[in-house]
């Protein structure tokens, strides 16, 4: 190795992103090429013919950069990948230098006690006591399985990791879930039949009263609730379920209470908006993604779990090509016996820098601000003619909604499209759409530390702009 050459090549690459940082703002955002010119691009034999890593970075400036979603452009506000904090850029540079295996202490000692800590920071956050515990993830949809699996072992009383799954038990849950939920209930064996997804109410958050019929007709007919999952920042809306009322039906059946806070869970760190999640502290286990709303760098979600003893329970194999290590004093805490995975990414580090650098509250303050951009649109939204806002946010997420009356739904559904798409073309703006009660949303999210209020006002303008010019081109339904 020329590590003359990796130190050029390093400094070189650390000014292209502090360029890249500075600039992106005035790139296109999203370069819509049809998908086959970006395969074709890369269409290409395993390489045998070594290259400097300076023409390497070239060929990336061309063929790579221009055709990312650039997150770090204050224009995108869509699915929740929020701009990285710089500081965590840097970590996980070297954190991928220093290469610590967590699974295992004896790859990783200081990195292990640093994981350690900052899972404390996120049970601390929730108000979990010195029992609880927890594993960095690759995200909430890793988390969320997790849980739903220290779930099935807790309600079956361990039973089920030894005989598998029986038929007759049932995970709870409201419509507006996230996916990864459906995907956990099938990977722990429930089952996506046993899967209750309830209505919600005019806030999106999930019925209490249509919940309690269902288990009580799913009891009637010989089924158990295994576990309730209550959702804290939903991925459309960040609508927020009534944690309370969750864990006393939770209590009252006996099952495990997890709470998917995926997204909203950031929220904990604003003193002016943390009391929205009072009573997630009542809950099981939670899932939390600092890569989302602490704006780490990918990947780091999070399962924090209230009695720490149930992720040993769950996951306490100990192989004999690792049993020296595991047998050591209880000091040396091995992941591997505490968590899914063996091979264990050292995610922390870039949430530990992030959190040194900039402090807590400087972070809450841009959770904060994501937040009162969400307000201002909304605002201006059911100020607007023809336009709808879902509900008064209470994090980031904005669903806003174009009524025409004069138009078939499917009509309506292809006008909120072709803005989008229109408004994606353009690469000034990104942001997504959704459908919630059987109507078409534009889904518009800032959690991005660039966002303005200027930003908020040209993207409302464009839809407004658009979504006129759109109905123009229509012709109205006969009769
Ligand atoms: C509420 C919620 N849960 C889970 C997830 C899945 O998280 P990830 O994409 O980090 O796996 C998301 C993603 O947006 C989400 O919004």
Redesign the pocket.
Known sequence: MDYNEFRTAGHVLVDYIADYLEQVKGLKLFNPVEPAYLFELFDEKIPDDPKSLTEIHQTLQQKLIPYCTHVNHPGYMG??TPSPNPAGILAEFLASALNQNIGAYSIGPSATAVELRVIRWLNDMIGYDEKAGGNLT?????A?FIGLKLARDFTTKDKAQHEGMNQGWVAYVSEER?V?LDKAVDSVGIGRNNFRTIPTNENYQIRIDLLKEAIQKDKANGLRPICIIG?A???NLGAIDDLEALNAIAKEENCWFHV?A??GGGILISEKHKHLLDGLDLADSV?I?P??WFYAPLDA?AILVKDHKRLNISFGMQPAYLTDQSQQKNERYQFYVNGFEQSKRFRSLKIWVSFHHYGKSKIAEWIENNISLAKHLHELAIKTENFESATEPKMSAVCLHYKTPQLTDEQNKQLHFAVTERIEAEGKYWFATTIMKGKTWFRINPVNIYTEKKHIDGLFETLKEYCEVEITSHKPVPG
Request: proline share 0%; net charge negative.
């Open positions: 699915l929740i690759s995200g909430g949809m890793t969320n996230h990864s959702l920042g939903t991925t998917d995926a997204y899932t993604d890569h989302k979600g």
